[in-house]
């Protein structure tokens, strides 16, 4: 069984050494690359031509001008022949075991559409940020997970290339949540997820300098704005999994964009709550935030936590 490595890149002269070894040591060897070299203006592309020229992987080059990852990556599949594809961005590192041990999960459960994958996050430095694992015994609401950003990382996470063949793709124009807002458009297809409780894949956390207030309340926008399209599906097409639970997560949500967009949050929670809609307490609402709005309502709540955030009111 074939598994494509989908490598996009923009210089990342820094990382892609690192990147393209550990794609070197897959214990799993039936493996092929595409790298589309995205616009490089750095020494991305020499150091990967010299890379090519002594490894032993079948390796592809692809140059294009700078149109972005996700249109990389819909270039690449183009190209690709394996069964399964394995995106990898060039500054995260592949586990030598990671494709392999995939690989044979993918075998003992009839080959599923999509194989969620537990990662680790690092700093520059290799300090460990945070990881996210997975329990296969858990009977995971793929929906919530879904809502929560919690069905695994673009790298670590491994699809089926059947799927690709059937028109789905990375959306071009969005410039965040282009990960989640593919694995939406997959789960609407009935795919058949499992997950993997190996980490075998480290995400490179960088930081990338001063980010404008509106870069970042548009990245929140973006991010809402895929929760209240998964809604408006589940609304239409699948009403009975659209309960208080994901609904209580989807209120989470309009919160975190409600200080960057008022009026938008407004506007959702208007949208899609009733007048007797409470918020369950919780590690992000609060007993006081929870009080708070069953005598002030949505807005005024919201209001009150912006004047009293040194008092760490959630």
Not at 125 to 131: D, V, Y
Not at 255 to 278: G, H, M, Q, T, V
Request: charged share 25%.
């Amino acid at each position: 069984m074939k598994v494509s490595i989908v490598i996009p890149f923009y210089n990342m002269q820094e990382f892609i050494l690192d990147c393209m070894n550990s794609v070197e040591n897959q214990k799993y060897r039936e493996i092929e690359v595409v790298c589309v070299n995205d616009g490089s203006t750095d020494g991305s592309q020499k150091i990967l031509e010299e890379f090519i020229s002594s490894s032993k992987l079948e390796i592809k080059l692809i140059n294009q001008d700078n149109l972005g990852a996700p249109n990389a990556r819909n270039a690449a599949l183009k190209y690709c022949k394996g069964d399964y594809i394995q995106f990898l961005d060039a500054d995260d590192i592949l586990l030598p075991m990671k494709i392999d041990n995939q690989i044979k999960l993918a075998h003992q459960n009839n080959f599923p559409d999509l194989i969620v994958g537990s990662y680790k996050s690092i700093d520059l430095e290799s300090n460990l940020l945070s990881k996210n694992t997975y329990n296969p015994s858990v009977n995971y609401n793929l929906w919530e997970n879904l809502m929560n950003t919690n069905l695994g990382n673009t790298c670590s996470n491994l699809f089926k290339y059947d799927m690709f063949e059937n028109k789905i793709k990375w959306d071009e124009t969005l410039k965040s949540s282009q990960e989640y807002n593919l694995i939406f458009s997959l789960l609407k297809n009935k795919i058949a997820v499992i997950f993997d409780s190996q980490i075998n894949t480290l995400i490179r956390i960088r930081a990338h300098g001063s980010i404008s207030k509106s870069n970042i309340a548009g990245k929140w926008e973006r991010y809402v704005d895929l929760r209240v399209r998964i809604i408006n599906y589940l609304s239409v097409n699948e009403p009975e999994i659209l309960n208080d639970r994901l609904m209580q997560v989807f209120f989470s949500k309009i919160r975190i964009l409600y200080p960057y967009n008022p009026k938008l949050a407004k506007s959702y929670y208007k949208e899609f709550f009733s007048c007797d809609f409470i918020p369950e307490m919780s590690s992000n609402n609060s007993r006081l935030y929870v009080f708070l709005f069953k005598t002030f309502g949505f807005d005024n709540t919201e209001r009150i936590k912006s004047f009293t955030k040194k008092l760490n009111f959630k």
